[in-house]
């Protein structure tokens, strides 16, 4: 699929590896632990994925991957309009995000307590067994380019990774 150009507001870590490692990293750094930052996010308007006004659900929040020259980050944010230009809660930055093709890895809905670990596991499975010599693409970790994971069990589970042309 193609993603329009677009913002990201977020913030970042380079040593963490998934959510619940990127939290824990947070939480030993004053002022930036979920709470806080999940609360800023929350109250961001105009969020491309998920609802603005909902407070403590997490509405709209995305984990993302960020590919840098020679490394990358993971990240936790909220995607905004290419044209966003309200306010840049501190500690969290604002990159432009370009137009691009993605991949895009989805399950629909499941029952956390029951399903969480099967379906990430499926999941996690197809992802790295997917054949790209079978298409006209790669995926792209160029610099500037990001991977998105969604996580809302009552609605999907979701890895959106950049592709380039071959």
């Known amino acids: 699929m193609t993603i329009p150009a677009h913002k990201f507001l977020y913030i970042k870590d380079y040593v963490s590896n998934g959510y619940f490692e990127f939290w824990e990293r947070q939480a030993a750094v004053a002022g ?3 709470g806080v930052i999940c609360g800023l996010l929350d109250s961001i308007k105009g969020k491309l994925d998920g609802d603005d006004g909902v407070i403590g659900v997490y509405s709209g929040q995305i984990m993302a991957q960020i590919f840098e020259e020679g490394r990358s980050a993971q990240a936790y944010g909220v ?3 290419e044209n966003y230009c309200g306010g840049i809660p501190k500690p969290l930055q604002l990159i432009d995000v370009p137009a ?3 991949l895009v890895f989805e399950h629909g809905s499941f029952v956390y307590e029951q399903e969480c670990d099967t379906v990430n596991e499926k999941l996690q ?3 790295d067994e997917y054949d790209y010599s079978h298409t006209d693409y790669l995926l792209d970790k160029s610099p500037g380019r990001l991977s998105y994971f969604y996580f809302d069990p009552e609605k999907f589970i979701k890895h959106v990774f950049p592709v380039k042309h071959k």
């Open 32 to 34: 930036v632990d979920c």
């Open 79 to 81: 995607r905004l309009a």
């Open 100 to 102: 691009g093709k993605y």
């Open 125 to 127: 499975k197809v992802i």
